[in-house]
């Protein structure tokens, strides 16, 4: 398995008491696995893809990615596993709008020194860029793009690093019912392609068909997500 959970529990106090509390039963995911995390607003979708990454720890429970516990790491550990393990597609995409779309693929080379920007990793750029039908528009500025195209160079930059997992936020928020159902298929097929898993938090059931499981979260006292 690339990732195993425990009985998770997570808390945001305020003061001594908590303000917000998430408790996610164990799971796992192997590679080519493509899980939704379903849940409405404030319930915990982006605080459980935050424990995945490593950027938040659980206050109960463990996340362990190749057998190995998130939380046994160090802070400069839990960084080199977000740079080189995990790959992101963030809601609003968080694309450099000074950047053309190659560049905009490969900035999780220019962000982390662990990481080597070569031939090898512009090939892998180009291929993915290919894969989802924008290697003709690889020089253009992202102010040039589509919502839906931004959407597929957000995946494209998520897939660039090989990553073991992926984790995607509210991919297909604010898209229309066709253009939601294309990300959702895109991602899932392209993580199973890289030979990731995938993890996406929605709230969207339009959607669920093409995922091979899905995770409920309720909801929940506190209003973070």
């Given at each position: ?69 998130l939380s046994s790491m160090g802070d400069a550990e839990r960084r080199a596993y977000r740079a080189t ?141």
């Open positions: 398995m690339l990732i195993e959970t425990t009985d998770l529990v997570f808390r945001r106090m305020a003061g001594e008491k908590a303000a917000f509390e998430l408790r996610v039963p164990a799971f796992a995911l192997a590679r080519g696995a493509a899980l939704a995390v379903r849940g409405p607003s404030g319930s915990g979708k982006s605080t459980l893809l935050a424990l995945l990454s490593g950027e938040l720890l659980p206050f109960e429970g463990e996340v362990r990615a190749r057998g190995r516990s393990c995990v790959g992101q597609v963030f809601q609003t995409f968080e694309l450099v709008a000074s950047l053309d779309v190659l560049e905009n693929v490969l900035l999780p080379f220019r962000l982390h020194g662990s990481l080597a920007l070569d031939d090898d990793a512009r090939a892998r750029a180009l291929e993915l860029l290919e894969r989802v039908d924008l290697a003709d528009k690889s020089r253009r500025s992202i102010d040039r793009l589509s919502h839906g195209e931004r959407q597929r160079v957000a995946i494209a930059r998520a897939l660039v690093t090989q990553p073991m997992i992926v984790l995607a936020d509210e991919p297909t928020g604010n898209l229309d019912p066709a253009l939601k159902r294309a990300i959702a298929e895109l991602l899932v097929l392209e993580a199973r392609a890289a030979n990731a898993a995938l993890v996406v938090a929605t709230h969207d059931e339009s959607i669920l068909g093409s995922f091979t499981g899905v995770l409920d979260i309720g909801s929940l006292r506190g209003g973070s997500r």
